[in-house]
């Protein structure tokens, strides 16, 4: 695989105050290559992405494409030489039609008006080519999270980009989707465009990738062909440190049930959905985008009203006047897909995101004891190895992956008894995965129930001790983890209407 270097990065430093988050990154991209940039939370992947899209000027270093010098270019100009990237956090507007910010980067004018018909036009082509069907009047706040993905992937297409960065699109989308992503990129790739992809998904890397790059303390350490790049080398060259248990088994003995929930039904979301969870038992819900998942827990935290049915705590049920404020009251957490809008306070720091909602843990007589409150952020901060480990660093300057990890941690201080998680280790680096599901084995073996949402089939495999499969809002089935395969599990959700009655 040789051809022109297509990008050419040089000596790129770029420093944050004390944090070295480039620290003299050397590297060369191919054309027609999809390239993998993989490392842990906080390695420097996304701020080099935004120092070549020129959102930062480097301390130091060059970037070239094409031989051509374009450090220090601002985004637009970036954006006209041919190279998009798409950014970690989504750069959506909500209210906005799906139309309009597909559109949003290039508005095409005719005489400085907006020409909408040629627009329309451009975006059924891309959508096409992408092989997505939206109705393209419809809000984007009112689809999906990895919906949006696809709506973000349409306007880097749209230009027909000859370098596309994707700093994390799979993050947190299905395996279906994953697939329909993995063919975007290889026909790009058929038409001459080079993929830069950032992913802590290793396994998936290895299905669409050609090279792997190995980012660690700012610096690129390793660059290999896919194939002579082992798994296990890779991961711990990533980590600088074997990883020896991933998935603690956990053998728990079960309880009563804590949870029951009995024929749930939610507009179309929702199709008279029952299941129970003990004391003790992890039991994941997994499905495609649009199956149903978040909906199920955000009912069971009383952030959703479902039409009917009903959901049983201890025996008792949750109705009428269910609502969050009752859930945490009667020992139910939740940790929200959309961490970023949900989850966090962008501007506080580290520490006072992490005792925002553990206040009865620090505060006496109402005053908050602020030693207590550092002890607290402190402890958690050790716990999943936040980087850097500053809990008086604002959030919003971690790593998306490192952001999680708070979030997370913001919830495992108080004992609770039924713990939802939805998709909680999306983002997360293979290091904090590990931690992440040795928390949660913790909290099983400590007698808690756990609702893990994930689109990870792995991790449901890895860890729950029941697997229920969903297929637009239905149960089509529940598998047992210790005799079910991947594939079993991928079949039932993608050919699920077979089984769906
Ligand atoms: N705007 C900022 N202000 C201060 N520090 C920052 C800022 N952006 C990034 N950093 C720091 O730079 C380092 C590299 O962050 P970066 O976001 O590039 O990591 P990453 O490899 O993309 O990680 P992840 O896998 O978690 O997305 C981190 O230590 C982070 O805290
Ligand atoms: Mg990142």
């Avoid at 082509?125 to 419809?138: M, P, Q």
Wanted: hydrophobic fraction near 40%.
């Amino acid at each position: 695989m040789t051809g022109n270097i297509v990008i050419k990065i040089r000596g790129v430093k770029k420093y944050f105050g004390a944090t070295k988050a480039l620290d003299g990154v050397d590297l060369e991209i191919y054309e027609n290559e999809v390239h993998a940039i993989v490392g842990s939370n906080g390695a420097g992947k996304s701020t080099l992405m935004k120092t070549l899209g020129g959102e930062y000027v480097p301390d130091e270093g060059k970037f070239y494409y094409l031989d051509e010098d374009i450090t220090g270019l601002t985004p637009f100009q970036i954006q006209k030489k041919g190279i998009q990237i798409v950014h970690q956090v989504l750069n959506i507007v909500d209210s906005m039609s799906i139309l309009e910010n597909i559109l949003l980067a290039s508005p095409p004018t005719k005489n400085v008006v907006l020409d909408w018909k040629e627009g329309k036009a451009k975006v059924k082509e891309v959508l096409e080519f992408i092989g997505i069907d939206f109705d393209l009047s419809k809000t984007v706040g009112s689809l999906s999270i990895s919906e949006q993905q696809f709506v973000v992937l349409a306007r880097a297409l749209i230009n027909k980009p000859k370098v596309l960065v994707l700093d994390e699109p799979n993050s947190k989308i299905g395996l279906e989707e994953t697939e329909k992503l993995f063919a975007v990129i290889r026909k790009l790739k058929a038409h001459g465009t080079t993929t830069i992809y950032i992913s802590h998904r290793i396994e998936e890397i290895y299905q669409v990738c050609d090279k792997i790059s190995v980012f660690r303390d700012g610096k690129c350490i390793d660059t290999r062909a896919t194939k002579d790049f082992p798994q296990d080398e890779l991961v711990t060259m990533m980590l600088g440190k074997k990883l020896d248990v991933f998935f603690p088994k956990a053998n728990v003995e079960t309880g009563t049930e804590i949870l029951k929930v009995v024929n749930l039904k939610f507009k179309d979301k929702i199709n008279g959905v029952s299941f129970y969870v003990k004391y003790g038992e992890i039991v994941s819900l997994v499905g495609a985008v649009g199956a149903g998942k978040t909906e199920i827990v955000n009912s069971i935290y009383g952030i959703l009203r479902p039409d009917s049915g009903d959901i049983l705590i201890d025996n008792n049920t949750v109705f009428p006047n269910h609502s969050p404020r009752k859930a945490i009251k009667i020992g139910i957490a939740l940790v929200p897909e959309d961490r970023a809008t949900q989850g966090m306070i962008g501007e506080y720091t580290v520490k006072n995101n992490l005792t925002a909602i553990n206040m009865k843990n620090i505060s006496k007589n109402s005053f908050i004891q602020l030693k207590k409150e550092v002890k607290l952020a402190q402890e958690l901060n050790d716990k999943l190895s936040v980087t850097p480990n500053d809990i008086n660093y604002i959030i919003q300057s971690l790593s998306g992956g490192n952001q999680q990890k708070v979030i997370i941690g913001k919830w495992l201080v108080d004992p609770y008894k039924l713990y939802l998680l939805d998709e909680v280790t999306a983002g997360v680096d293979i290091g904090a995965k590990s931690e992440i599901y040795q928390l949660l084995g913790d909290l099983a073996r400590g007698g808690a129930g756990v609702v893990l949402a994930t689109s990870d089939i792995e991790e449901a495999i890895g860890l729950s001790d029941k697997i229920i499969i969903l297929f637009k809002g239905k149960i089509v089935r529940e598998v047992d983890p210790k005799v079910t395969t991947k594939d079993e599990i991928l079949s039932y959700i993608m050919g699920a209407e077979k089984y769906a009655q």
